[in-house]
């Protein structure tokens, strides 16, 4: 069922999971899943989220609009398999900035790979269809995330498991649309002006979105010592 619930609520939750409080518990798995129903159209916004930033809620409500979803779920890892972890923040600290910057009710922010366990994006993903089987969900990513996609692990698994959405990012396009994955997926790009029909489609199905023009980075909103910039946390 889908309910509403409380800014302070919902942080509380996101908190208690991300600090390990309710570990244990057979509780912990349904609260770590933003609540849901069948039928529902949820993109899936995964990353370290270190800072969370205002580029991810515009690649959000922009996705809920051109893709027609009901809803955004921000997956907010423990760790990157590709990225130095070692100036990663407290996943319960970056779990609580993103929920601060989502500030949307259709935008969820959820722990879940660190309580199922989870390391690559295609486990956290079979999961996902097996206990919301009923959802249709679609992976979003950045081009920046489509230049490297090739390199995640089972990233042709990811690609038959669920429809992908590339939100562009100014430089990467060109980059991007040439890298070895979307070269081995282009047979089954979608043309943009039919975006809101990929949550249905066939798999696999991709769709590379224009319009989105922010530069902002993660990276870029760090300090060399790995701590945020004042204004990684302004919406």
């Known amino acids: 069922m889908v309910a509403g619930r409380s800014v302070r609520e919902r942080n509380w939750i996101i908190l208690r999971v991300a600090r390990g409080l309710i570990l244990g518990s057979r509780s912990v798995v349904s609260?770590?899943?933003p609540l849901h129903s069948d039928g529902m159209r949820?993109?899936?916004?995964g990353g370290s989220f270190n800072p969370p930033h205002a580029a991810?809620?515009?690649?959000?409500?922009?996705?809920?609009?051109?893709?027609?979803?009901?809803?955004?779920?921000w997956l907010v890892s423990p760790a990157n398999p590709l990225k130095d972890a070692r100036a990663l923040r407290a996943l319960s600290e970056r779990a609580a900035a993103a929920s601060a910057i989502a500030s949307d009710p259709r935008i969820d922010i959820s722990c879940l790979e660190a309580v199922i366990g989870t390391r690559y994006t295609i486990d956290t993903i079979t999961y996902l269809r097996?206990?919301?089987a009923?959802?249709?969900?679609v992976w979003i990513m950045g081009a920046d995330n489509l230049e490297q996609f090739h390199r995640w692990a089972n990233w042709q698994r990811i690609a038959a498991a669920v429809p992908i959405a590339v939100?562009?990012?100014?430089p990467h396009r060109f980059r991007a649309l040439a890298a070895p994955a979307a070269q081995a997926l282009a047979r089954w790009r979608l043309p943009e002006a039919r975006a809101d029909r990929l949550a249905t489609h066939r798999l696999p199905a991709w769709v590379f979105l224009t319009g989105m023009k922010s530069r902002l980075s993660s990276t870029g909103l760090?300090?060399?010592?790995?701590?945020?910039?004042?204004r990684s946390l302004k919406t």
């Open 222 to 230: 760090r300090n060399r010592d790995g701590t945020w910039m004042d």
């Open 134 to 137: 009923n959802v249709r969900f």
């Open 56 to 73: 991810h809620r515009a690649v959000s409500l922009y996705a809920l609009k051109r893709l027609d979803l009901d809803r955004v779920w």
């Open 31 to 33: 609260r770590a899943i």
């Open 130 to 132: 097996r206990r919301c």
């Open 167 to 170: 939100v562009d990012r100014p």
């Open 42 to 45: 949820i993109g899936l916004l």
